[in-house]
C-alpha cells in the first residue's frame, strides 16, 4: 500500500494530478490533499475525480493512471 495525494492546483489542461508517496514531483505541503492508501493509482485518481471534476495520474509516479 501507498500514500497518495492529489494536487490541489489544477494543472493548465485543468487535471488535478495524483502522486505516490515520494515522488519527486509531489506537490509543498500546502498544495497538496491526502486521498488515502491504495495499492495501485486507479482508485486514487477516482477518489480525487469525486473531489474534482478532472483527475490524472503523475506521469512520473503513477505512469500507468497518466492518460494525456
Ligand atoms: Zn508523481
Do not use: F
Not at 519527486?24 to 486514487?44: D, F, I, K, N, V
Request: hydrophobic share 25%; proline share 6%; charged share 20%.
Amino acid at each position: 500500500m501507498a500514500s497518495y495525494y492529489v494536487n490541489t492546483n489544477a494543472q493548465p489542461n485543468g487535471d488535478h494530478e495524483v502522486h505516490k508517496d515520494g515522488c519527486a514531483w509531489m506537490p509543498s505541503e500546502t498544495s497538496r490533499r491526502y486521498l488515502g492508501e491504495y495499492q495501485t493509482c486507479a482508485p486514487a485518481v477516482a477518489e480525487a475525480k469525486k473531489q474534482y471534476a478532472s483527475a490524472d495520474g503523475c506521469i512520473h509516479c503513477s505512469p500507468s493512471c497518466h492518460t494525456r
